[in-house]
C-alpha cells in the first residue's frame, strides 16, 4: 500500500483530485468508481473548481457509485443519486447516462438481485473501473462491505451493521425512515480495479485506518482486503494517521519515491 499522510482535509482532497484528473487526462474512455459520505464532499467541491476553470472535463467519464440505500426512492433527499446529483454530476459536464448508482428502489428480492447482476455487467462493459475512490467506516466498512464481509463479495444486497445505521442517522430526520439494507459493490468489485484511492480524514477514523493498514488482513475489517491489492493509495490527514505505528516509514518512502521520480535517488 501506498501511504501518503498530509497536514490537513483539503491537502487529502487536493491529492484525490489531482490523481482523478490525471486519469480523466490520460485515459481514451475513463472509468471513475466513486463514493458517497462526508469524506469525498472536499473532493468534489475541488472537481467542481477545477471544471468551472476549465481544467478539466467529464465529457467522456464513466462513473459508477459503490452503493445506495435500498427501498427508497432515487429523488429521496437522502439517496445517494440525489447526493451524487448535488455534490457533483448537477456541476460538471458529465453525460447524465455515463453516471450509474445501484438502482435499489424496489422492495423485491428478485429485482434487486437482477439489478446487482446488471450492475456488475454495466461495470464489466465499460471495460472496468480505472480508479475507485473509497471512505472507509468506523468500523472498516468499504463500500456497505460490513465486517465478515466476503472478501470474493459481488454487487449484492446487504445488510448494514448497527454502528453504520447509527453513524448514518444524523442525515435522516427524528421519526423518518432510515434504510437497513443497501445494495453495495463487492470486495471482490472492488479489488478488481486498476487503482484505488482510499481517504480518511479526523480522528474518528484512527483506530480503522489503523487496522487497515498494519492489522491482520481479516474479513472483520474489511478495508484491509486493499493490502491485497497491487495499486492501492490510502491518503490520510495527520489525524487518521495519528495512530499508525510506522508513521515515519510511510513518509520517508514517500520522499524516496519523489526522489526516484525526480532521478535524484542517490
Ligand atoms: C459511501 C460508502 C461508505 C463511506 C464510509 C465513510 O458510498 O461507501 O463506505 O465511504 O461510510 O463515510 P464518511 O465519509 O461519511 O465518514
Known sequence: MQVIILSSAHDVAVY??????????????PVLGLATGSTPIALYEELVARHHSRQVSFRQTVSFNLDEYIGIADSHEQSYRTFMNQHLFNAIDIMPTNTHVPLAQSKEVAVLKKSAQDYEASIQQAGGIDLQILGIGLNGHIGFNEPTSSFASRTRIKTLSESTVAANKRFFKAGEYQPELALTMGIGTILDSRAVLLMATGKAKAEAVKAMIEGPISAMCPASALQLHEAATIVLDEEAASLLALKEYYQWCELKRQQLHEGSLI
Open 16 to 29: 484525490a483530485a489531482d490523481r482523478v484528473v490525471d486519469v480523466i487526462n490520460t485515459k481514451k474512455n
